[in-house]
């Protein structure tokens, strides 16, 4: 059984920095997968964050993050993560990991396989 299982959100101050972390299990191997990331904030549509190729370790970026996430990938522990500096009121939103059906810029267009259950990021102005 596939399973996505994310950790690392909380509350912190505008301009802070939160690491979240997707650790997976129940597909192999974890190098021919890419792993995304999904936010929604309340009472607004789903937006498609980032995304790396564990492949190839391409990545790619919403505009809104661009510059300030940094996606990453620890292939010995099937983990991922999402660095998240220069946060923004903006940036609360629970956030979802996600294998998707495709890659490339956009890899959220292909569909989603499976999703995590979310991690919640709160940032205060």
């Known amino acids: 059984e596939v399973q996505l299982v994310e950790s690392g959100g909380g509350l912190v101050q505008a301009g802070g920095s939160l690491r979240l972390s997707c650790a997976t299990s129940?597909?192999?191997?974890?190098?021919?997968?890419?792993i995304g990331w999904f936010r929604q904030a309340p009472g607004k549509e789903r937006e498609a964050v980032s995304c790396i190729n564990n492949y190839d370790g391409s990545t790619e970026y919403a505009d809104s993050v661009k510059g300030r996430f940094t996606i990453s990938s620890d292939n010995a522990e099937n983990t991922v993560y999402l660095q998240m500096n220069s946060l923004k009121p903006e940036d609360t939103a629970v956030y979802y990991c996600v294998i998707p059906r495709g890659t490339g810029p956009m890899w959220f267009l292909y569909g989603i396989d499976h999703w995590g259950k979310g991690t919640l990021v709160t940032v205060s102005s």
């Open positions: 129940g597909f192999t191997p974890f190098n021919d997968y890419a």
